[in-house]
């Protein structure tokens, strides 16, 4: 699963990135306020990031737990 999820994330950086943006500014921006419009459309990125949401939460949760 652990792969899926970086596969997952390295289309969606690229995807942010393809589209002109800055693909962790517009992440950050995302997990801050939930907005899905920090996610662009382009590349499917916004429906990878419809299915993997509860999964960029536990990672996020579980690295605070690891520091």
Known sequence: MEIEF???MDHIVES???AGYEPYDQLYGYMK???ETYITRSGDAR????H???DV???NRNSDHES
């Not at 429906?47 to 419809?50: A, E, H, S, Y």
């Open 6 to 8: 970086e596969n997952i």
């Open 16 to 18: 942010i990135r393809a």
């Open 33 to 35: 306020t939930g907005d």
């Open 47 to 50: 429906k990878l990031r419809q």
């Open 52 to 54: 993997r949401t509860n």
């Open 57 to 59: 939460l536990r990672a």
